[in-house]
């Protein structure tokens, strides 16, 4: 018996539905892809929406973010204000909270219940609260004092430097050893014994008085297990530690 043979009518039948799928399949990534960027591009403008209302100390609520600022994408504002909501945490420290469910009206707190806003001049468009919780957490999984060549280590994994002004946080050293001093959130102090002399960083009577290590752990816990790349100061042994302690 002859072998079937394969015209060039079903070979090229075969090459259309592969081509025909392939077309498929990329125009579904790159609506995906656009959608992706859509909601970015969202929850940017969302952040720059609610970072004014923080330093006035004014509430909003989800009627006003939709028409100020979500508009055509109602259907995906729970997941662009999550998304609004890890960033201002993360970067700003500050919490998102909704206090009344029947109207739907959020706050704009400072995270841990600190009362300290972050904003060290009037002209300052962003707060720098970020920045001092995650000290707190840094010198909490150090055992409750973080060397200075610690603290510099962790902050230059999150690009900030020492005498190199940070288009956040301004001047790094003069916050952490002038104005968070003078605060009551840290103590910077020398080292028993040292010399030459070496310095390290300790909770201020203020973090003490207003928040709980608990509380430091759980946050911390929490924007770990959302996104490691959140807390890319801690090493695996200082998570392990933090999930023991919690």
Known sequence: MAAPTWSQSEDEGVSSQDEQETNSREDSEDSESSLHDALYLKMTELVEFLLPKYCAKQSTTKAEMLSKVIKEYEDQFPEILSLASDFMQVLFGIDVEEVDPSTHTYVLVTTLGLTYDGMVSSGQSMPNTGLL????????????????????????????????????????????????????????QQVPNSDPARYQFLWGPRAHAETTKLKVRETFLRDYRKDPSYVPYLSEEDISDEEEGA
């Open 133 to 188: 919780v995650m000290l707190l957490r840094l010198i909490l999984a150090e055992g409750d004092c973080a060397s200075e060549e610690e603290v510099w280590e962790a902050l230059n994994v999150m690009g900030v430097h020492d005498g190199k002004e940070h288009w956040i946080y301004g001047e790094p050293r003069e916050l952490l050893t002038k104005v968070w001093v003078q605060e009551g959130y840290l103590e910077y």
